[in-house]
């Protein structure tokens, strides 16, 4: 019989994420979400080990406002779905070895669960879900991927990044213009302030005749800017911040709509932190309406990391009968290809 009431746990990185679906009515009951971006906000990015360390004190806690948010108790919890990776490997640990003790314990199967899938899945959870196939653009901090994405655990890799995610441009770019981390939303609300072409970066990669990207020579083209201006007002930077994420937005867009066009399909799903960009996706809108293309977009809350993602792709993986096993060894896979799993 089928898995009724999954639990998902998030903790590939810097958020501890728990949830709890009920894959028979098809619905989220609980999710629950600590952040650590004031933990790291001082050393201008994630410090694996304080990570792991705060993932062990959140993850009970968020357990217990889940299953009291739901009404639940955790004998009802049918089956345990986990982040195994990718992520920082102390930090994916905390979450495996709690889903694996705790499955062990209820006497329950596990499922891991790559974390892109989930970002991959998340629009499944909002009101207006996508159908299977559809092409994915995945954007976070770690992975700038577009996937075909021909059903659960049925993905292609169809172009990457070759150097820094679109989530790490952002990242580094809003650190050189001295904005707290993680700086894609603060980069993007300084843009908004910026004014249109007053200077213009490149739009790398955009004729490569291929699917992939290169992010990282916008980070350099932003420094170089900024270098020979010497001290920036505040007019400038967010100038700055809206010649950046117009060339980033505009590769993206260009680059889904080839894979959209190329596949014949008519779906392209955005998935990943970079996914809330407003506008990359007023963009994406546009640019979609035009060509009669239907794209998707996970709720707001779902397109950083959160546990619903994984309850979810684990509740998906459970009805195909993929990947279930029973509570025993593991591992953690702090580097998984997505096509892999
Ligand atoms: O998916 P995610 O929560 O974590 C990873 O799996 O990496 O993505 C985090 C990334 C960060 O780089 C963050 O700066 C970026 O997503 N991000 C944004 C926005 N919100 C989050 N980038 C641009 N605009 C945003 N509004
Ligand atoms: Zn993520």
Same mark, same amino acid.
């Given at each position: 019989?089928?898995?009724? %009431? ?94 694996? /003790?705790?499955?062990?314990?209820? /006497? ?13 899945? +998340? ?14 653009? %995945? ?11 021909a059903g659960v655990g049925q993905y292609r890799l169809l172009g990457e990044t070759l150097d820094d995610a679109a989530g790490e ?8 213009? /001295? ?21 213009r970066f490149p739009r790398p990669m955009l004729h490569s005749g291929n699917l992939d990207f290169s992010f990282s020579g916008l ?13 920036p007002g505040e007019q400038q930077r967010a100038d700055i911040a809206r010649a950046f994420q117009d060339a980033i937005v505009e ?11 190329? +596949?014949?399909? /008519? ?55 993929? +990947? ?13 290809? %997505?096509?892999?799993?």
């Open positions: 019989m089928p898995a009724m %009431l999954i639990l998902g746990i998030e903790s590939s990185c810097d958020e501890t994420g728990l949830a709890l679906y009920d894959a028979q009515a098809g619905r989220l009951l609980a999710h629950a979400l600590h952040s650590q971006i004031v933990l790291h906000r001082d050393y201008g990015g994630v410090v694996p080990e304080l990570a792991s360390r705060d993932h062990i004190r959140r993850t009970v806690p968020l357990l217990r406002q889940v299953l009291s948010d739901a009404g639940r108790s955790l004998g009802e919890v049918d089956a345990v779905a986990y982040t195994q990776g990718p992520g920082l490997a102390g930090a994916l640990l905390v979450g495996a070895a709690f889903a694996e /003790g705790l499955a062990a314990a209820l /006497g329950r199967p596990v499922i891991p669960v790559h974390h892109l899938e989930g970002h991959l899945l +998340s629009p499944l959870l909002s009101s207006r879900p996508p159908a299977f196939p559809f092409i994915a653009l %995945l954007v976070s901090g770690g992975h700038s991927q577009l996937m075909f994405v441009a952002f990242d580094k770019t809003a650190q050189l213009l /001295g904005l707290p981390y993680p700086g894609g939303p603060a980069l993007s609300a300084l843009a908004e302030r910026g004014r249109p072409d007053v200077c980070k350099t083209a932003a420094l170089t800017h900024i270098r020979e201006i010497g001290e590769v993206l867009v260009e680059k889904s709509l080839r894979a959209v066009e190329q +596949s014949g399909l /008519g779906r392209l799903v955005v998935a990943g932190g970079v996914g809330a960009n407003r506008e990359l996706r007023r963009r994406l809108d546009e640019r979609t309406g035009k060509a009669g293309v239907s794209v998707f977009y996970p709720e707001f809350e779902f397109c950083t990391d959160n546990g619903a993602m994984i309850a979810l792709a684990g509740a998906l993986r459970c009805a195909a009968d993929i +990947s279930r096993k029973p509570a025993g060894a593991f591992a953690v896979r702090p580097r998984w290809p %997505l096509d892999d799993c």
